[in-house]
């Protein structure tokens, strides 16, 4: 079973960045495409962002493009997710998130993190 752990969450105000990672130690992360997710309080979960490794795509939800990259490292071991120009509704708990399905829509993602909590606060 894939232990998927995330990194880099924390507190920064409007405007500001930071990035996550996730990692499955000991693990390589070349067999699956990866995604991530968040949830706010009272709000279902979105995902905000999708890599497949294999062709370099990306997907973003609207509300992120521009704003949010994706990207996995060279030896397929790390997935990050840059976050710019941070706003107060990015605030959730994000997490990592895998699937074998090559081309999967966002119910397919059945390998979870624990999360890492983001707040956009002044």
């Known amino acids: 079973q894939l232990q998927l752990v995330e990194s880099g969450g924390g507190l920064v105000q409007p405007g500001g960045s930071l990035t996550l990672s996730c990692t499955a130690p000991?693990?390589?992360?070349?067999?699956?495409?990866m995604g991530w997710f968040r949830q706010a309080p009272g709000k279902e979960r979105e995902g905000p962002s999708i890599?497949?490794?294999?062709?370099?795509?990306?997907y973003y939800i609207d509300s992120v493009k521009g704003r949010f990259t994706i990207s996995m490292d060279t030896h397929k071991t790390m997935v990050h997710l840059q976050m710019n120009s941070l706003r107060p509704e990015d605030t959730g708990r994000y997490y990592c998130?895998?699937?074998?399905?090559?081309?999967?829509?966002?119910?397919?993602?059945?390998?979870w993190g624990h999360g890492t909590q983001v707040t956009v606060s002044s």
């Open positions: 998130a895998a699937t074998a399905d090559d081309n999967p829509d966002w119910a397919d993602f059945n390998l």
């Open positions: 890599i497949r490794h294999t062709d370099g795509s990306t």
């Open positions: 000991g693990v390589t992360l070349e067999p699956y495409v």
